[in-house]
């Protein structure tokens, strides 16, 4: 597949190309090109030029094309959704569903754009303004750079994408290299749809050139990007030489505590659904460290245990599959490196752990304690239970704190007043009450705390972090 660029679908000026490869066969699905510097500023230049007339545009009319777009997903679902399965590995049932989240993001932002409203201010508040008259009006940023990981490629494209477009903003998509390809057919939709071809470019290759450029150029008002931690820190440093804006959404070691009150039932339900099954535990706001209270470790094991053993793991594309693999044979061998490296430390590994190219069986990781690095701010990209104990509610916020992240969390617990001293003490963007940390509703602001990230996304902000405002007075008017 080609670069969407300038309206024409191109190759690399110097002819690179990467490939793109099934991770649960081996198998060469496609290349794209590998983007040079050369290819970026054809992007940036369109962009810049591109952007005024966009946000000329009747908010109605762009909210049409987005609306068309939409339309469109549904004709081409079942291609997508295989196309989705092939390059990552995701379980066609999941492929299948996420496009649900894409129709209702877009379509959500285009009623949020409807109620953007300005602001007036009170008359005569100030002494010596009286007959002054100031409103204040919100306008695009400009030209925004959306970096989206491989992990929830379709999700975080309509997170980023669709607020900045619908706002009157031009857009140049980078997406992971591991899995472009759906992206790219996305692109080739909302071009499809009416989105002008210098309001919506997708540069493929190198992150680290590609992403670096972006956030270095000033011409570009805004990067959104959802990854790593050092790459976040990396995109803010860069773009503070332009004083350009950034929304980071990074990398996190959620805990999961469960108190001694908990349904264990329950609790383990949450925790094997969204660490093992949903994307095999490449999320970033998942449950991490598994916090049990002392008393009910034994229950909550093998309880968690047993549900691991009927996970059916196999063909991505086979309907009955609950999990795939991970992103590429790469990214299993690092995760079977961090659990190598926690049972050196002195932990046992009591369940899984077995590598098969890029499949991993769910790993259960028992005697976990507070001086391992899994338990502070080791990130393990993979579905791994790393098991802690503790005694006191005290001891499990501490544990829960001790870490650079500070993305999600959760508790479990029958008594609302643990459960709220709980939320309230423990450092982290969002708080799951009787469920595990892996929740985002799109109508929630989502983001981080600490080196997790900066700015939130969601149908209530989101289009306030791609717009800004202007202050215009009628002086000596009234």
Partial sequence: MKMLINGQRTGASDGGVLEVCNPATGALLDTVPAATAADLERALTAAQKGWPAWAGTPLFERGAILRRFVRSIDEHNEELSLLLCREMGKPISEARND??????????????????????????????????????????????????????????????????????????????????????????????????????????????QIGSLLAGDPRVAKVSFTGSTEVGLAIARAAAANMGHTGLELGGNAPFVVMADADIDRAAAEAAAGRATYVTGQICNVA??????????????????????KIIIGDP??????????????????????????????????????????????????????????????????????????????????????TIFGLGAGIMTGDMSIALRFAMAVQAGSVIINGQSFYRSFMMPFGGYKQSGGGREGLTVSLQEVTQLKSIVFKNVL
């Avoid at 690092?334 to 069986?361: N, P």
Wanted: with cysteine; aromatic share 8%; proline share 6%.
């Fill in 99 to 208: 496009f649900g989240s894409v129709k209702h993001l877009f379509n959500g932002f285009v009623e949020a754009a409807n109620q953007l409203t300005g602001m007036t201010m009170p008359l005569g508040v100030q002494e010596g303004r009286e007959k002054d008259f100031e409103l204040a009006i919100r306008e695009p940023l400009g030209v925004v750079a959306c970096i989206i990981p491989f992990n929830a490629p379709l999700v975080l494209f309509s997170h980023k994408v669709a607020p900045a477009l619908i706002a009157g903003n031009a857009v140049i998509v980078k997406p992971a290299s591991d899995d472009p390809l759906v992206l790219l057919r996305l692109g080739e939709l909302l071009w499809e749809a009416g989105v002008p071809g210098d309001v919506f470019q997708m540069i493929t290759g190198s992150g680290a």
């Fill in 288 to 309: 991490k460290r598994f916090l049990i209270h002392r008393s009910v470790k034994a229950a909550f094991t093998a309880n968690l245990i047993d549900r691991l053993q």
């Fill in 317 to 402: 594309e086979d309907p009955a599959t609950q999990m795939g693999t991970l992103i590429s044979e790469s990214a299993a061998r690092e995760v079977e490196r961090q659990v190598a490296h926690t049972v050196s430390q002195g932990a046992k590994l009591i369940y899984g752990g077995v590598r098969s190219g890029a499949y991993y069986t769910p790993a259960v990781l028992d005697e976990v304690t507070g001086a391992m690095d899994i338990a502070h701010d080791m990130e393990v990209f993979g579905p791994v239970f790393p098991l802690l104990t503790f005694d006191t509610l005290e001891e499990a916020i501490d544990l829960s704190n001790d």
